[in-house]
């Protein structure tokens, strides 16, 4: 397990000042950790698509920003990704909650796109990380470098109970 505030202070020592995204709980205790933080603001978003267009947005006032979405969130997200990060080369930070695996599996939509996730991803040319407590830095560091040498969007996803 990785302890939120460990995870924004890592990301904040990488320059990372704003957050957005949709509320999940398996990024509960990162967005109440996100409330109480003077280093990063957190703006909520209504849809994952919205918050890839905040990301740009606060990124081409040349700063940066990551994202929190569900998995769910990857199905309307395309245009987002296609027509803007990836078209003008916008690198992002993507948590994404790797809902439907075990033990997991309480609603149908979750099961399906937890059976669709990273065939979606690579459909989208987008490179991902399964996050595990284990080793987090070290893939948050690669994530990072990928993120920055190909200005490019890069993804983590996050299986239940990893972050607390």
């Not at 505030?5 to 990024?27: M, Q, R």
């Not at 209504?46 to 740009?56: F, K, L, P, Q, S």
């Not at 081409?60 to 990060?85: P, Y």
């Not at 059976?115 to 040319?125: F, H, K, M, P, S």
């Amino acid at each position: 397990m990785i302890k939120s505030i460990d995870i924004l202070n890592y990301l904040s020592e990488n320059n990372f000042e704003l957050s957005t995204g949709v509320p999940c709980s398996y990024f509960k205790e990162l967005l109440i950790e996100l409330d109480k933080s003077a280093d990063i603001q957190y703006i909520a978003a209504t849809r994952e698509d919205e918050a890839v267009g905040i990301a740009c947005g606060y990124y081409l006032g040349k700063k940066n920003c990551f994202l929190i979405i569900q998995n769910s969130g990857l199905a309307t997200i395309g245009d987002a990704f296609t027509s803007l990060a990836q078209l003008y080369e916008i690198p992002l930070l993507i948590f994404v909650s790797y809902r439907g695996l075990e033990p997991d599996k309480t609603f149908p939509e979750h099961v399906i796109m937890g059976n669709v996730t990273e065939a979606v991803l690579n459909a989208y040319g987008i490179p991902y990380w399964n996050m595990k407590g284990e080793n987090w830095r070290k893939i948050l560091d690669e994530a990072l470098e990928r993120m920055k040498e190909d200005s490019s969007v890069v993804c983590i996803l996050v299986e239940k109970g990893v972050i607390i």
